[in-house]
């Protein structure tokens, strides 16, 4: 019941249609029953996941807990045989993501979405309409841009990637419909602001089994604000992700838009979206229809990739293994 745990409940108890809260639970019982409380939820509130999943009256589980929880989480709702959206990072290793992958095909049925909520922005949306109609020809580069205003002393070096990059990973691949080949990380001057032992800005090059290249930058010191770019270049033309509207002034002599600063603010509706989207698929179809427990190994061994780079300053490869065919099925609406 952590910071997004409470924008998920709120959206599904005052936004979207077809769900309702009726379970929480959290490593500090207390918590969760605040929870219950300020948002007047009629649930209860049970001692640990596992009994959670195994309540009757829970038919899917959100997963919101902190990172490393999140693998036997997901693994506890498979063996109940409910429906569950987790929140990124899938699990924290590969192997995780794999176990998980193993446990739902061994369930016979699709029952994991992981939440990489930005194949649900308008923006991206648009963009990938776009190229999958070729009007910018085959992909050749991509460029983008993953700017935050600052970060704590907490934020490591290697949060860049585990935590930051990991949302391009996950849909730059869905945009370009292509897979990682290798990846490369080059570490630019250094901005005065970046605490001392992390190294701010990076430069991942990631090679895809085509021969795209994509260039992305990770700043979290930019002060200027949040700012998400992604340019994608064609053999016939150019296509950008749409910026976040907003008026433009013209004073002073001086025209000017505004730039967010906040991370909820920008990919707010796709949070909105996504969730509506993992209850609507699994009344219609009996399956969740976002990001797979396969999308979820693929960030991990891709982030592993770059890490590996990053320590090394060398190309890594991306090994990944082939996709069962468990994961290659388009789900049909009925
Ligand atoms: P948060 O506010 O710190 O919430 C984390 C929750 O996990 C808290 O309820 C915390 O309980 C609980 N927790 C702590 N230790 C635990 C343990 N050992 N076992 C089980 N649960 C434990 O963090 P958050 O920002 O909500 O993030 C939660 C997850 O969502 C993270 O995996 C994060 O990466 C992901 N997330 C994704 C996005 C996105 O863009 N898709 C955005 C934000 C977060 P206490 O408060 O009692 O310690």
């Known amino acids: 019941t952590g910071a997004i745990a409470r924008e998920h409940i709120k959206s599904i108890t005052d936004k979207l249609s077809g769900g309702k809260i009726v379970a929480v639970t959290d490593v500090n019982e207390e918590a969760a029953r605040q929870v219950v409380k300020q948002y007047g939820l009629e649930a209860l509130v049970y001692p640990d996941d596992k009994s959670l999943v195994n309540s009757e009256n829970v038919d899917a589980v959100l997963v919101t807990s902190w990172g490393p929880a999140h693998e036997q989480n997901v693994l506890n709702a498979i063996e109940a045989?409910?429906?569950?959206?987790?929140?990124?990072?899938?699990?924290?290793?590969?192997?995780?993501?794999?176990?998980?992958?193993?446990?739902?095909?061994k369930h016979g049925k699709r029952l994991v979405q992981v939440g990489f909520m930005r194949r649900y922005d308008s923006g991206y949306v648009q963009l990938k309409e776009a190229i999958d109609r070729n009007e910018i020809g085959e992909p050749?580069?991509?460029r983008c841009v993953h700017r935050n205003p600052e970060v704590d002393e907490k934020y490591t070096t290697q949060m860049a990637v585990v935590d930051t990059l990991i949302h391009e990973i996950d849909v730059l691949h869905w945009l370009i419909s292509d897979d990682y080949k290798s990846v490369q990380v080059i570490y630019p001057k250094k901005a005065s602001r970046a605490h001392a032992n992390l190294k701010d800005p990076q430069l991942i090059i990631m090679e895809t089994k085509s021969g795209i290249v994509i260039q992305a930058e990770v700043f979290v010191n930019c002060k200027y604000g949040y700012d998400i770019q992604c340019e994608v270049i064609g053999e016939d033309g150019v296509a950008y992700l749409p910026e976040p509207a907003?008026?433009?002034?013209?004073?002073?002599?001086?025209?000017?838009?505004?730039?967010?600063?906040?991370?909820?603010?920008?990919f707010m509706d796709?949070?909105?979206?996504?969730?509506?989207?993992?209850?609507?698929s699994i009344i219609k179809t009996g399956q969740p229809n976002g990001p797979t427990s396969w999308d979820g190994y693929i960030a991990a061994v891709t982030a592993d990739a770059c890490v590996k780079a990053q320590e090394s300053g060398q190309k890594e490869s991306v090994d990944l293994e082939e996709k069962p065919v468990f994961y290659t099925g388009k789900i049909t609406v009925q």
């Not at 192997?95 to 998980?100: D, K, L, S, V």
């Not at 025209?255 to 603010?265: C, E, M, N, P």
């Open 81 to 105: 045989g409910k429906y569950v959206f987790c929140e990124k990072p899938l699990a924290t290793t590969a192997e995780g993501c794999r176990r998980i992958a193993e446990a739902e095909m």
């Open 270 to 280: 796709a949070y909105d979206i996504e969730l509506q989207d993992f209850i609507d």
């Open 140 to 142: 050749l580069m991509v």
């Open 246 to 266: 907003s008026i433009v002034t013209r004073k002073g002599a001086k025209r000017s838009t505004d730039i967010l600063v906040d991370w909820k603010d920008r």
